[in-house]
């Protein structure tokens, strides 16, 4: 799946192109706050199999698109959703598994000259899609809370490059059941490896509106 990130930095590059002439006459001047931005997203989540865990879930990549909104000189609001693909193992068999994700996160910031480091705190919505491997299980979905530390960088008047950290807490819909015909299992919450904290690194190009 690494073809992926090469389409993403493609189309990086075709922004480039398109701003160009704004590179050329653009003077740093700090990191314009007042307007809305648009920006497409890739990254991977990192989760680690705990003690006990049957199954381990491994993170391909992560893309999508995120709109920022600006509520003030300091503040913005960010809604983002993404597409993950999956790799679930467990005694040497492993299979494909998709999640979907939606989030709304509150973010605090303030320009550094060209840069503006920020924190943001939020929730999201996660669907897991054949996360079991059997028709007989139910796909899961989690709410979760999540907390971040980004930095943007000015590239110019209109584009911005973004990199964050994003760390997330399950909170509902945590233990889930299901059933594999005559019995039925209940994970538990140290024992499913996406029931447990992640982290996800990200980076995205903001176009300014």
Not at 139 to 161: C, P, V, Y
Request: charged share 10%; net charge neutral.
């Amino acid at each position: 799946m690494i073809w992926r990130g090469y389409v993403l930095l493609a189309l990086m590059l075709i922004g480039f192109s398109l701003f160009g002439e704004e590179f050329q006459e653009y003077k740093p001047g700090g990191i314009r706050s007042e307007r809305a931005s648009i920006a497409p997203v890739f990254g991977r989540i990192f989760r680690v199999a705990p003690v006990g865990a049957a199954f381990n879930v491994r993170n391909d990549f992560v893309a999508g698109l995120a709109l920022n909104l600006p509520a003030g000189q300091y503040f913005s609001v960010e809604m983002q959703g993404l597409y993950g693909l999956n790799t679930v193992s467990a005694a040497g068999f492993a299979y494909g598994s998709s999640e979907y994700s939606g989030g709304l996160t509150l973010k605090l910031g303030f320009n550094v000259g060209s840069l503006r480091p920020y924190i943001g705190l939020g929730g999201q919505f996660v669907y897991y899609d054949n996360l079991y491997y059997s028709s007989a299980a139910p796909d899961t979905w989690l709410g979760l809370a999540h907390g971040m530390a980004g930095l943007d960088i000015e590239l110019s008047r209109n584009l911005i490059l973004g990199f964050r950290a994003t760390g997330a807490v399950p909170v509902f819909n945590r233990n889930n059941s299901y059933s594999y015909g005559s019995f039925s299992v209940s994970p538990t919450y140290s024992a499913n490896p996406v029931e447990n904290i992640s982290l996800l690194l990200s980076a995205r190009l903001w176009m300014v509106l």
